[in-house]
């Protein structure tokens, strides 16, 4: 058999970015995605190391944050659009590690869905 000489991959150039910012209570998801929506970079609080309830600190987000701006700088990444989404403890912290990592915010989003309605509330308590 002949062998098959594999491509280098080839390595993503980026000026911006979409941050997507997923906090919930138990952990935080930070997805980087080009401005077309192409995912590029993925990391969260778990994927780091972190287990438990430990996830779902301010301190892990801000590590989540860090770990993906070095990953950034080296893509040539320079303005960042950031989705905020969820209730967690976590967003604020994110927001502020991109900022010191050196990456200019131009757009800051709170996409968290509301309900317009809401469910059905449960039926009246009965003593």
Known sequence: MAFKKKSKKVKRQLTA???H???TFNNTLVTITSLEGDVVL???AGRLGFKGSRKGTPF???QVASTLAKDMQGMGVKSLEINLQGPGSGRD???R???GSGLH???LRD???LPHNGTRPPKKRRV
């Open 17 to 19: 970015a979409v941050a």
């Open 21 to 23: 910012v997923k906090s």
């Open 42 to 44: 993925a990391c969260s």
């Open 60 to 62: 892990a987000a801000s």
């Open 93 to 95: 912290s994110v927001v």
């Open 97 to 99: 590690a991109f900022q």
């Open 105 to 107: 915010i131009s757009v």
């Open 111 to 113: 996409v968290t869905p």
